[in-house]
Structure formats: structure tokens, C-alpha cells
């Protein structure tokens, strides 16, 4: 059974840090696209930063760039997500997603994505 399991939320005043991680599972994703979304209460489901099957080629929401970065450990069939400067903002559940297939274009839709893990909570404790 494949699972994603997302960890290191939590509660973060205005202009702290957070590292997120997601472990996976069940079968192997070093070959694959995987991403961050996230979602905040009463808002739809969008687009953080993506990473390619090798980490070189990543990509981010513009609300984001230059504060988090992605990166990712294949050995441990992990990515990470690094926030620094939260903002009030930024609260929400963080998912972590996975694509089935190797592709070489990055994905940018949550559609696109065939697992995902359940969620960790970032709230601005401001």
C-alpha cells in the first residue's frame, strides 16, 4: 500500500521557520514529479513548489519564491519542504503529492497527481 506521510507542522510566529518532510511508502519515487500544495480554511486546494525525479529542476508559487525551498532525498524516498519568513498567510494544512510515472515536465495541477498524503497543519501563532 502506498502511502505519503507528511510531518513537521505546526505553530510559527510571523518571520519563523518551519521544515516540512514527506515519507513515502509502499513503492519507490525516485523517478517521479512529486509536489507541495496547500490549503487554507474556506480556500481551494493550491500550487506551493514542485521538484523533479532528480531535485535539479524545481519550481515555485510566486507568493513563495525566495522564502521555502524544496528538495528531496531518493535513498529515503523523502522531499522536504524548508519555510522561512512565515506570514500570517501561509497558514494552512500542507499536503504532499506524488506522480505515478516518470515525466519530464514538472506538474503544476493537483490533478495531475496520483497520491497524496493526509496533511500537516502550519498555523501563524501571532
Known amino acids: 500500500q502506498v502511502q505519503l506521510v507528511e510531518s513537521g507542522g505546526g505553530l510559527v510566529q510571523a518571520g519563523g521557520s518551519l521544515r516540512l518532510s514527506c515519507a513515502a511508502s509502499?513503492?519507490?519515487?525516485?523517478?517521479?514529479?512529486m509536489g507541495w500544495f496547500r490549503q487554507a480554511p474556506g480556500k481551494e486546494r493550491e500550487f506551493v513548489a514542485v521538484?523533479?525525479?532528480?531535485?535539479?529542476?524545481?519550481d515555485y508559487a510566486n507568493s513563495v519564491k525566495g522564502r521555502f525551498t524544496i528538495s528531496r532525498d531518493n535513498a529515503m524516498n523523502t522531499i522536504y519542504l524548508q519555510m522561512n519568513n512565515l506570514q500570517p498567510e501561509n497558514t494552512a494544512v500542507y499536503y504532499c503529492?506524488?506522480?505515478?510515472?516518470?515525466?519530464?515536465?514538472?506538474?503544476?495541477?493537483?490533478?495531475?497527481?496520483?497520491?497524496w498524503g493526509q496533511g500537516t497543519q502550519v498555523t501563524d501563532s501571532s
Open positions: 503529492a506524488a506522480d505515478a510515472d516518470y515525466r519530464r515536465s514538472l506538474l503544476y495541477s493537483a490533478r495531475g497527481y496520483d497520491y
Open positions: 509502499g513503492r519507490a519515487f525516485s523517478n517521479s514529479i
Open positions: 521538484i523533479n525525479w532528480s531535485g535539479i529542476d524545481t
